[in-house]
């Protein structure tokens, strides 16, 4: 009798041991499980705005970006009125040019971006530089994305581009951290060459609808404490950075957040990512402007 009380034990204590040491594989699973239905995922195409016959002038004056205008027609059209480049390396030469942020865009009931997606800790290894690299993992997924690739970054891919791109701000920056929406956009030009990369004043969810419809994805800069992720550890970062790829039809954002190891196709909704939007602003990011990061294709 004490013999099989005594394995009755050793096995509760075995399963106890298992579960300590499985909770959070099993805390994933639980998670996984119980995930919404989103909308199908829409990989890049390599196109021509069909949504505007509008066109600017390559010489454009210098200056920040000007705010997204216009509203929401009855048939859900949303205009974006002026919205420059903030740099052109070509600005000395006149010509005309089709600015795929203007006219009418037709923003649909439900989007779903395919943004491949990474932890911006590739090994789980939470150390620096990778505790401080939502940065650098949201340009690289915006830049995978723009090259046709869908699902995960592999992992020894995704660590070895943080490495190079934190050099590389090493070296022309003299830092890596916290780098704020324009550092960031500007980084987008200078270390992966696109020529056309635009920072917006954000104001309502339609600001980012609208992008999204167009089928570019969005970086944003966030307060992190602010928003709603139970993966994050010690309540969330102070500065964050993520892509937002799309949204559902009850009024939730779908993102690729580098920051847990559950970030793909993580979902916010409208009012609190739009809530937790700040830029870094010296480190009072929760007072720090709202923002987003456009990335147009070569």
């Not at 994933?28 to 016959?53: F, G, I, R």
């Not at 969330?236 to 957040?257: A, E, N, Q, S």
């Not at 990512?273 to 007072?287: K, M, Q, R």
Request: charged share 25%; with cysteine.
């Amino acid at each position: 009798m004490k013999r099989k009380i005594a394995i009755i034990l050793g096995l509760m204590l075995v399963i106890l041991i298992g579960l300590y040491f499985g909770r959070h594989w099993l805390r994933d699973q639980w998670t996984l499980m119980n995930k919404p239905d989103l909308p199908s995922p829409t990989a890049y195409q390599d196109k021509v705005t069909e949504n505007s016959s509008d066109t600017i002038d390559a010489d454009l004056p210098e200056g920040p970006p000007s705010h997204i205008e216009g509203g929401v027609s009855a048939s859900e059209n949303f205009k974006l009125e002026s919205s420059p480049q903030t740099k052109d390396p070509v600005r000395d030469q006149k010509k005309e040019v089709t600015d795929p942020l203007a006219g009418d865009v037709e923003i649909p009931t439900e989007l779903n971006l395919d943004v491949p997606w990474m932890s911006q800790a590739p090994h789980a290894n939470w150390d620096y530089p990778y505790q401080e690299a939502c940065e650098e993992a949201s340009m690289i997924m915006v830049d995978a994305f723009y090259d046709g690739r869908t699902g995960k970054i592999p992992v020894d891919e995704a660590d070895d581009e943080i490495l190079k791109i934190v050099e590389y701000q090493n070296k022309t920056l003299g830092y890596y951290k916290d780098t704020t929406a324009e550092e960031t956009a500007q980084l987008m030009r200078d270390y992966y060459g696109y020529s056309d990369v635009r920072v917006f004043p954000v104001t309502s969810a339609k600001d980012i609808q609208a992008v999204l419809a167009r089928g570019y994805p969005v970086i944003m800069p966030f307060s992190g404490k602010e928003l709603d992720n139970p993966n994050f550890r010690n309540g969330g970062p102070l500065y964050h950075m993520l892509v937002v790829k799309g949204y559902t039809d009850d009024g939730r954002f779908i993102t690729g957040d580098p920051g847990t190891r559950l970030g793909q196709d993580f979902i916010y909704t409208f009012e609190n990512l739009l809530e937790s939007n700040h830029d870094w602003n010296g480190g009072n990011v929760p007072e720090g402007d709202q923002l987003m990061i456009v990335v147009l294709p070569n």
